[in-house]
């Protein structure tokens, strides 16, 4: 059963302009939540995360934003460039230490276009 | 500072077969986490190990097994494959104490096909 869902398979931005991609959870038990970025044949890299304490982390252009009433967080990139396609995996866990197993989205691929 | 390394790459293997799939963790991580990530999904927790035991498993039948060494790499072992089982197998290696954060450092998977 999919705990954390992605339901944008793709989504398409012009460079320079704002990204904002969505994810919804259904446990209220994840107390931590993180972002991945994955480029072809490379592994997922850790992009930010939010503690479950927290509405909001920022880290140069990424933001990270929680509801959690709404069980939903998104990200936002701003501005957009070329080097952000990718596809963007989103990540919830019980707790914050390493201990903890990521429930992964399906995630959304993102295009930004010149 | 060498990432996650994995071995091998890509992988073909029959229904039935057997195969083990290696992992190398991020200099100074002790403990190794293995996901499955079948086409147009996400990535799913298999099992994780620190101190040589598996300490949390997720939903995976007792046909997939590993193995931590004291050197903190880890193998992946999947019996009896199926055809189902076909996917990128992705290590995530951590630091179990001291870490304020869920960060896992992934490698670039191996790619497993079933025929």
């Known amino acids: 059963d999919q705990q954390v869902k992605q339901n944008s398979p793709s989504l398409s931005v012009q460079e320079g302009r704002i990204s904002i991609l969505n994810c919804d959870y259904t446990?209220?038990?994840?107390?931590?939540f993180l972002w991945y970025k994955k480029y072809p044949a490379e592994g997922p890299t850790f992009l930010i995360s939010i503690s479950s304490i927290k509405d909001k982390n920022e880290d140069g252009r990424f933001t990270v934003f929680l509801n959690k009433s709404a069980k939903h967080l998104s990200l936002h990139i701003v501005p957009s460039q070329p080097g952000d396609s990718a596809v963007y995996f989103c990540a919830a866990s019980l707790g914050s230490n390493s201990g903890y197993a990521l429930n992964f989205g399906k995630g959304t691929s993102l295009l930004v276009t010149p | 500072d060498a990432g996650v390394t994995q071995s091998p790459t890509h992988l073909i293997k029959t229904r039935g077969q057997q195969v083990t799939l290696r992992c190398s963790p991020k200099?100074?991580?002790?403990?190794v986490s293995w996901y499955q990530q079948a086409l147009g999904q996400g990535p799913q927790f298999i099992f994780q190990?620190?101190?040589?035991?598996?300490?949390q498993r997720g939903n995976f039948p007792d046909r997939f097994s590993g193995h931590q060494f004291p050197n903190y790499s880890s193998e992946l072992n999947v019996n009896a494959l199926l055809l189902g089982d076909s996917a990128l197998y992705l290590c995530a290696s951590s630091l179990a104490l001291g870490t304020a954060y869920n960060e896992q450092f992934f490698g670039p998977g191996t790619r497993l096909t079933v025929l």
């Open positions: 190990y620190y101190e040589e035991e598996e300490r």
């Open positions: 446990n209220s038990m994840f107390d931590y």
């Open positions: 200099s100074g991580h002790d403990t």
